[in-house]
């Protein structure tokens, strides 16, 4: 992108979407800044400092704007990020997958509903502080391992790609914090987020209880024997195996793991820890950062936030993806999304994991 | 640049920071024996005396108060408590659907703590209460009722209010009235004696004065129970020490408003009359809300609504290009609400959500008609883009 285009920079009243504006505006560029109102009741989401939507973050980012200098203003997009996120994350977990919002909320609130509108209103691009690293229209991982944030993207297209501007790919966390003290910015220290801003509290078990109802239903093992109770199967996830409250423990004295999660059947199913290895992925709704595809392609995958990445080939067939892993990986989730590396760590794509096989050839 | 936003807060006028900033050097507590005390209690003193010529009331008629906020405040909840502590049985405030937050948030909060029940005045379709409903709602029960609160004219679309029609339903029961005139004021021949209301709201900034200085005139007789204690320097209605240097400069405002306001209001209904028309010519599906009779709204006062548009976009826009208004709404973490006098009106949310507010005020020049006439159309073209994407669902 070239210089001294119009640039809607999000802004979340946190340090790194602050520098990430005030960068766009040295390099130029015409910035707005907006702060996103994703809640229907601005109090309610997590409160203090660590927030992305309370009073207080709105405020801190009026202020961001007014140290660098451009204006600034509140978009209300409580509506679409309830239907487009928080009911999509509950519809998930009753249906017994894991997923993760934060990518639901790049692909379909700043990168769509957001880009959509700053778009019309005759801005070139959004500008967010995520961590990632954009190269003649190609998303790579950034330098910062710890803070990478090219997973939660990888689900973004070729054409939202082209609106999009990272610019804190390059610079590690801690140069960033600097970066914004030099700057005048008093969201310089101010506390990472990490939990689901829509959960304040931090207890998602909790959370989804209140909202899905309690579901009492058994835990039970690979051969269907009862094994323990539980108060909805939406509260597990694969690969668990702390909170289990198993009442008969395994015969053999191992500790045990959950394989499946069925809330239509109220069933979770646990097993030992080798039941959990899994070598093909099938995905849904596949995302291409570029073209999509036609051969089978050699890549590197990763299967969630912060996971690991394991060798693998994928390949697109119609609208699922599958992909192979060169070795057996334990404990993947459906609803999580797989992210396809290349080896220069540019993304390919991604794809919403759908079921898993287990390296014996048995579906999980 | 085209601030078009007078009716948020206008300039103040050269003789009303005169008067502020001659009294901001000077020590001495208006309530004070000594001397000093005693010059700056002159100056409070002839600042009351100053507005309450220009008011039409006697100057013991004058609280003063922070603003605008405050004043409704006292009168809604100070009207309610001594009407209640009187007779236990009122307890159904009345209030216009189109209030400003300071009475319509007053009442709830009387409602959801004290016991209150509040009646929304239904409005009509150009945002005026309807009498027929006051009089229906007075007559089914006047014994219940405590008080009595209308607008002047409505701060979003400029609707004067039929204050005297309303004083006369509510007296011949003994109940009181009460008006924000905050914005009527500056433009209207606000006259608090011969309104016949037992309490008038008024405000500094938005006829020229300094902000943090209002009133409350109220009559001798009202009996009204006081929301802030302390030193009850106003009548022992309202405590808070005095702030002679904001009082000189809201007399100062209302003293020159009021000798050239009849000039004036012609002068800023023609210049509205020229906005609303070139506002259509631009974008020939906006329509103008309020009172389409321009005798029936405040002068400097401009409302439209611009279908497939959001609001907040077209202020964004206009915004980059200059042109300053206002989405005429409330805010909570300055995200726009639709507004409740639209909805009140009988507007669907989404025209509601489409609309901006223009008001002009005494620096306001054909100058500022011309820009906003050239950038609305780009801006509404633009936003009705913006306004279809926001509605796709992803």
Redesign the interface.
């Known amino acids: 992108m070239g210089t001294n285009v119009r640039v809607l920079a999000a802004m979340s009243g946190g340090v790194d979407s602050a520098v990430a504006a005030a960068r766009a505006a040295d390099a130029g560029h015409d910035v ?1 800044g907006v ?1 996103l ?1 994703l809640s229907r009741n ?1 109090q309610s989401y997590r409160s203090g400092a660590r927030g992305c939507c309370t ?1 207080e973050d ?1 405020r801190d980012a ?1 202020r961001a704007a007014d140290v660098i200098g451009i ?1 600034f ?4 997009m ?1 509506e ?1 990020f309830h ?2 996120v928080v009911d999509d994350f509950l519809d998930e977990y009753a249906a017994g997958r894991t997923p993760n919002p934060c990518l639901r909320c790049n692909e ?1 609130i700043k990168f ?2 957001v880009l ?2 700053a ?4 801005f070139d691009a959004v500008c967010t502080g995520h961590y990632a690293i954009l190269r003649d229209g190609a998303l790579y991982r950034a330098v910062d391992d710890g803070k990478d944030q090219s997973y939660v993207l990888g689900v973004l297209t070729a054409e939202q790609l082209a609106h999009a501007m990272f610019p804190l790919g390059d610079t590690r966390k801690a140069d960033v914090r600097a970066e914004a003290s030099r700057r005048g910015l008093a969201v310089a220290d101010k506390p990472d987020s990490h939990d689901i801003c829509f959960i304040p509290s931090g207890d998602t078990a909790g959370w989804l209880v209140d909202r899905l109802g309690c579901a009492p239903g058994d835990v039970v093992d690979e051969s269907g024997a009862v094994v323990g109770g539980h108060d909805g199967a939406y509260a597990f996830t694969v690969g668990q195996r702390r909170g289990l409250g198993l009442t008969r423990p395994a015969p053999d004295g191992r500790p045990r793991y959950v394989l499946a999660v069925r809330p239509v059947e109220r069933t979770v199913t646990v097993g030992p820890r080798e039941a959990l290895r899994v070598d093909r992925i099938v995905g849904v709704r596949p995302r291409w950062a570029g073209r999509p595809p036609v051969d089978a392609v050699r890549c590197r995958a990763q299967l969630r936030a912060h996971g690991e990445v394991h060798r693998a080939v994928a390949e697109l067939d119609g609208d699922e993806l599958t992909v192979s892993l060169d070795a057996p990986v334990e404990g993947v989730a459906p609803g999580q999304a797989v992210v396809l590396y290349a080896d220069d760590e540019r993304v390919i794509g991604s794809a919403t994991i759908d079921r898993t096989y287990r390296a014996a050839g048995m579906s999980v | 640049m085209a601030y078009l936003d007078h009716a948020a807060t206008t300039p103040m006028l050269p003789a009303a920071i005169a008067a502020t900033t001659a009294e901001l050097g000077r020590v001495g507590n208006p309530s004070s024996l000594h001397t000093p005390g005693r010059a700056a209690r002159r100056v409070v003193e002839e600042s009351r005396e100053a507005l309450a010529e220009g008011v039409g009331a006697r100057p013991g008629e004058v609280v003063f108060t922070s603003g605008g906020t405050e004043a409704d405040n006292l009168a809604v909840k100070g009207l309610y408590w001594s009407r209640v502590a009187a007779d236990g049985r009122r307890r159904r405030v009345l209030v216009g659907a189109g209030e400003h937050h300071a009475v319509l948030d007053a009442a709830a909060w009387l409602s959801r703590e004290q016991g209150a029940q509040v009646e929304p005045l239904p409005l009509d379709a150009v945002g005026r209460v309807r009498l027929d409903a006051l009089a229906e709602s007075l007559a089914r029960d006047p014994g219940d009722v405590a008080l009595v609160s209308v607008l002047w004219a409505n701060n979003e679309v400029g609707t004067i209010q039929p204050v005297a029609e309303i004083v006369e339903l509510a007296h011949a029961y003994g109940i009181p009235v009460h008006s924000d005139a905050v914005q009527a004021a500056g433009q209207l021949d606000v006259r608090f004696a011969t309104s016949g209301l037992d309490a008038l709201t008024l405000t500094g900034h938005k006829i020229g004065g300094p902000v943090g200085a209002g009133a409350l005139v109220l009559r001798r007789d009202a009996d009204v129970t006081p929301v802030l204690h302390g030193g009850g320097q106003e009548r022992d209605v309202r405590s808070g020490t005095l702030d002679a240097a904001a009082y000189a400069g809201f007399a100062a405002a209302l003293t020159e408003v009021v000798a050239g306001r009849a000039d004036e209001a012609v002068r800023l209904a023609g210049l509205r009359d020229e906005l609303v028309r070139r506002v259509l010519d631009a974008v020939p599906d906006a329509e103008l809300n309020g009172d389409p009779d321009p005798a029936g709204r405040l002068p400097g006062n401009a409302h439209f609504s611009f279908p497939g548009c959001e609001g907040d976009s077209l202020l964004l826009l206009l915004d980059a290009r200059d042109v300053f208004c206002s989405t005429g709404s409330a805010c909570s973490a300055g995200v726009a609400e639709p507004s409740h006098v639209l909805l009140a009106m009988g507007a669907s949310e989404e025209r509601a959500r489409g609309s901006l507010r223009f008001s002009l005020g005494h620096t306001s020049t054909e100058a500022d008609v011309d820009a906003l006439a050239e950038a609305i159309g780009p801006a509404v073209e633009r936003a009705s883009r913006a306004g279809v994407a926001a509605h796709r669902v992803s």
């Open positions: 707005t702060h109102a601005p009073l709105a009026r204006p203003y509140v978009w209300d409580a679409q239907t487009s379909r769509a509903a959509d509108k778009v019309a209103l005759g």
